[in-house]
Structures are given as C-alpha cells and as structure tokens.
C-alpha cells in the first residue's frame, strides 16, 4: 500500500492556486497598455473636452447668437457641391472643413481649433523672442 504525501501535496494546491491567480489579474489587461492605451488616451479626451467647453461658454450671449448665424452660413457654403474636396470612395466629395474653419474666423468667430492653433503660434513666437527656440 502507498502512502501519500499529504504535505507535498497542500503545498502544490496553494502554490498553483497563487500562480494562477496572479495570472488572471496579469494576463487580462498589462498595466502599460492599459495606461498608455485606455488610461491615457481618455484622459486627453476628457481635459480636450473640459478645454472646448470652457472656451465656448465663457462667450457673451451675442456671440454665441453671432456664431449660430457664421456657423450656418459657413456650414452651407463648405457643403455646396462645388466646394467639395475630391476624396478617393467619396464620388460626391467630403465637407470643406478648412473652408469651414476659414469662414468661421473671417467672421469673427473662430472655432476651438483655430483658437489653439491661433494659441500655439503665440507662444512659440514668443519661446523664438526669448530665444529658447532657434530656428
């Protein structure tokens, strides 16, 4: 008659039983994607959408009422079909959203990209002024 080692035996379970729950909270999801893919990216989302928000609010009620006027203007003019970009799978073309963005900013309400783009250029000029940019 065999005699079992008990003990080996209790010591086998615990260990597989540790290993294989490190390996369920390892393998479904590694830290590093899940900060740089998910963590991070919706973090960006969230603080652009905070950052829109803010610049469109913080707009008098007559220039909201002026941008709903520029945006339907803008918006009918980058739609028409000959101001259509020609896209490749597109036969009808694609909205003109540089002319959108034109628009909008001749007429005294430039969107939120513009207004960063507008921002960036700002302080690069004044990083170049200072001379922590050289050209």
């Known amino acids: 008659m065999e005699v079992k080692n008990v003990m080996q035996y209790r010591l086998c379970k615990k260990r597989l039983l540790i290993v294989t729950g490190i390996s369920l909270l390892l393998g479904g999801c590694s830290i590093s994607d899940w900060y740089n893919g998910y963590y991070a990216g919706r973090a960006a989302i969230i ?27 803008c918006t009918d003019l980058a739609r028409k079909p000959e101001n259509r970009l020609q896209e490749k799978g597109f036969p009808n ?43």
């Open 47 to 73: 603080e652009a959408q905070k950052d829109r928000a803010a610049y469109y609010g913080a707009e008098s009620v007559q220039m909201k009422e002026l941008r709903r006027n520029n945006d339907a203007y």
């Open 93 to 135: 073309g694609v909205f003109n959203d540089g002319m959108y963005s034109i628009c909008m900013e001749k007429r005294g309400t430039p969107t939120f990209e513009t207004y960063q783009s507008n921002q960036s250029k700002k302080e690069k000029a004044e990083r170049r002024a200072r001379g922590e940019i050289v050209l």
